[in-house]
Nanobody, 113 residues
Framework: VQLVESGGGLVQPGGSLRLSCAAS????????VSWYRQAPGKEREWVARITSAGVFRNYADSVKGRFTISRDNAKNTVYLQMNNLKPDDTAVYYCNVPGPDYWGKGTLVTVSS
């Protein structure tokens, strides 16, 4: 089982990034997927969740209206489109499959001028 995040990097405030989470080793299309993040010195926090078929999506209040979670089950991949990024969005972003509790190793997003 593998979850591999990518797409992180350095971006200026107001900018955009799209994160990807590529899954392998299990029946990806059968599970909901969440994104979490952990900022330096802070606890890990939940960011967004998408159901197995992509019908329902939920977001933390801190990212609602700016982030969009989506998935392509044919590619075994979940995405997190992040717009209007703020310095407070700086964190390591992790992909999670809640049922079996699979985690990726994360990708770092830094929002700074």
């Amino acid at each position: 089982v593998q979850l591999v995040e990518s797409g992180g990097g350095l971006v200026q405030p107001g900018g955009s990034l799209r994160l990807s989470c590529a899954a392998s080793g299990f029946t990806f299309s059968g599970y909901a997927v969440s994104w979490y993040r952990q900022a330096p010195g802070k606890e890990r926090e939940w960011v967004a969740r998408i159901t197995s078929a992509g019908v329902f999506r939920n977001y933390a209040d801190s990212v609602k209206g700016r982030f969009t979670i989506s998935r392509d089950n044919a590619k075994n991949t979940v995405y997190l489109q992040m717009n209007n990024l703020k310095p407070d969005d700086t964190a390591v972003y992790y992909c999670n499959v809640p049922g079996p509790d699979y985690w990726g190793k994360g990708t770092l997003v830094t929002v700074s001028s």
